[in-house]
């Protein structure tokens, strides 16, 4: 399975490095020296990465083949693309590659039915499930262990624990929340790239 886990930025200096946008939880491992990455478009790769390192909190690569600023240059925007084992877990606990949690089925500790995750949006605090209804409408869970208390990769399905308000009452599923007399503001508005991966964190 490939996953983008950069874009390269622009040129810096004069030899060939380049800035990337890290889109990977793991860039130790996936844009080491000797990685060798698609791309897209894909007539500008394969690329190797020769080199890496940090400077001014950014990480710059310097690719086999590219020795001036010129086509380090003609480099940019170009994504990064690692070929991932599908069954391969990140290897931090409650971390998780973004197709492994694409289409999970989404439900309440009792086995009602939310939704579907059909998308995952990584924020600076936190990650978003992004989830469509039954009735085609969406609701974003956040991605903390409150809130999401089970991934179960076998069964395909994320058990939640929403607090008053998450998700709206317009089905029955919620009922108990009605019941409870709690309503509450809706999730924070979605922004933001996808990286390689999603972590549950705390509220």
């Known amino acids: 399975m490939q996953l983008v886990v950069a874009r390269i930025g622009r040129a810096h200096g004069i030899k060939g ?19 060798v990455l698609a791309t897209e478009p894909a007539a500008t790769g394969p690329l190797t990465i020769e080199t890496g390192r940090v400077h001014s909190g950014r990480l710059l690569l310097r690719f086999e083949g590219v020795r001036d600023r010129t086509a380090a240059e003609a480099l940019r925007n170009t994504l990064l693309i690692a070929e991932v084992d599908p069954a391969e877990l990140p290897e931090e606990e409650d971390e998780f590659y973004d197709h492994q949690l694409m289409d999970l089925d989404v439900v309440l ?41 089970e991934i179960d990769l076998e069964e395909q399905r994320a058990v939640i624990s929403p607090p008053p308000g998450l998700i709206d009452d317009n089905e029955a599923v919620v009922a108990s929340e009605r019941d409870a007399g709690s309503e509450g503001a809706g999730a924070p508005p979605a922004s933001g790239e996808a990286p390689g991966g999603a972590k549950r964190g705390d509220a």
């Open 17 to 35: 490095e380049v800035t990337v946008e890290v889109r990977t939880d793991e860039p130790e491992l996936r844009l080491g020296p000797g990685a």
């Open 109 to 149: 500790a009792d086995g009602t039915v939310i939704g579907r995750i059909t998308e995952i949006t990584h924020l600076p605090s936190q990650d978003l499930f992004i989830v469509e209804r039954p009735d085609g409408s969406e609701v974003m869970i956040p991605f903390v262990e409150e809130i999401v208390t």
